[in-house]
């Protein structure tokens, strides 16, 4: 009996592991949990957009030391290689969905509207602009 108690004991601990409710820390200023998500999936995605343009703009450039747009400004390295061309047209779409989906939550967040469809559609829309933006450069 002992055995099995030594047993037990370690995979009733694994498995009330795997089924506790991960929290997240709520956005400072949020006004809902959804608010909380779209502000989240946003500035990730981003994140994955400034470093695309940025590879864009550096190797547009020829490898300066740093670019900067949209205030901010970025080193730039040639490891990469030269930003495809025939992906410029999907980071130019994942842009404008990000845009949207930027202003669509301004709005939410702002109480203006409470469309939670309508900004769950440019989440979407902006998440599968990025997806595919980063399976065409290779993820890099």
Not at 19 to 40: E, L, N, W
Not at 54 to 69: I, L, M, R
């Amino acid at each position: 009996m002992k055995k099995y108690v030594w047993v037990l004991i370690p995979l009733l601990i694994l498995m009330t592991m795997a089924c506790a409710k991960r929290v997240q820390a709520p956005i400072p200023g949020q006004i809902s949990s959804f608010d909380g998500y779209a502000y989240r999936t946003i500035y990730d995605m981003q994140a994955t957009l400034n470093g695309a343009k940025a590879w864009e703009t550096c190797s547009d450039q020829k490898y300066p030391a740093s670019v900067t747009f949209d205030g901010k400004t970025f080193t730039c390295s040639d490891y990469k290689g030269q930003f495809p061309a025939n992906v410029r047209s999907t980071l130019y779409k994942a842009e404008q969905s990000y845009n949207v989906a930027q202003d669509g939550w301004k709005t939410y967040h702002s109480g203006a509207s409470n469309d939670t469809a309508g900004l769950q559609q440019a989440i979407n829309a902006l998440v599968a602009d990025v997806t595919s933006l980063v399976a065409q450069t290779g993820g890099k």
